[in-house]
Structures are given as C-alpha cells and as structure tokens.
C-alpha cells in the first residue's frame, strides 16, 4: 500500500507541476497579447495599425483559454454552478461531483481527439490564417494536449473525492 501511495504522490506532483507550466505559458501569451493589442491602439491612433493583429490574438486566445484550463480545475478556481450540489451532504454530494466530472472527462477526451484529428487535417492541407500564413494544426494539437490533461485534472478530483470519503469511514 506505501508503494501505491507514492505513486500516487508521484501522479499528483506531476499533474501539478504540467498544469502550472501550462498557466505560465498561458500567462506569458496573456502578457504578450495586450502589449501586442496595445500596440495595435497606439499605431491605430497614429495612422498605423498592425497589419493582422487580430490573427495573433485569435490564434493566442485559444491557447490562453487551452492551457488555463487544467490549473484552474487543480487549484478549484473555476466558476462553479452547484447551488443544488452544495444542499446535499456526503454520499450524495460525492456522487454528483463524481458524475459530473466524469462526464467532464468524456467530454474532454472526445474533444482532445477531435483537435488531434483536425489538427491532422490543417496540417495536411497546410491551413494557415489568411495574411500572416501563421499555419493553425499548431494551435489545434496544443488544445488537445490540454484537453487530455484536462481529463486527468478531472480523474485527480474524482480520485480526491473519494479518497476523503475513505478517510472519512477509517
């Protein structure tokens, strides 16, 4: 049992660890699109916008939202709608938070294909955005990768669910 313990130690340090390094990526595409959105203001009053400015922040937006994803769900930061949830008490509220992110995990999970297999296709027919040619699978495998670690960031919750539950009865 010690042996399962550190591996679970190992498993939930790790997860920690991928999904802080994926904020501070989000993070810094943050920073760099409102320095880049604030530079577009300023050429724009002077006459001189920057050509395809919204392509980078497309393009930055889904990866900012993308790779936020995990840490939000591991450190509990995202908007919760469980009004209902919060009037059950110990099976039931377990259940219910179990059940939903298992469906968070399935929905996850059909998304993280669906990315991989048209970011297969963008890459295929060499898909780009109309001025700057920025090629798109790029933007599309990175979402799946936080897709997937979105479905262990789920899994985590569900194993820290009841795992509580199995200290609570001990």
């Given amino acids: ?15 920690e660890k991928v999904s802080g390094i994926m904020c501070i990526v989000s993070g810094i595409t943050l920073t760099c699109v409102m320095v880049l959105i604030g530079i ?32 939000a769900t591991l450190s509990e930061n995202h908007i919760r709608m ?3 949830v919060d009037r059950l008490h110990g099976h039931g509220r377990d259940i219910i938070n179990s059940v939903t992110r298992a469906v968070g995990v399935i929905i996850f999970a059909v998304l993280g294909v669906y ?5 297969a296709e963008f890459q295929t027919s060499g898909e ?17 990768v936080a897709c997937f670690a979105q479905c262990f960031m789920f899994i985590g919750n569900i194993t820290k669910i009841w795992k509580k539950e199995e200290g609570a009865h001990e």
Wanted: overall charge negative; some cysteine; glycine content about 12%.
């Fill in 1 to 15: 049992m010690e042996g399962e313990g550190k591996h679970k130690a190992i498993l939930s340090g790790a997860m």
């Fill in 82 to 84: 469980e009004f209902l």
């Fill in 40 to 71: 577009d203001v300023i050429g724009r009053a002077l006459g001189h916008p920057l050509i395809a400015s919204y392509e980078v922040i497309e393009l930055s937006g889904a990866l900012i939202v993308g790779l936020s994803m995990p840490f």
């Fill in 115 to 119: 990315l991989f297999k048209i970011g």
């Fill in 128 to 144: 780009a955005t109309p001025t700057l040619h920025i090629p798109i699978y790029p933007c599309a495998y990175i979402i799946g």
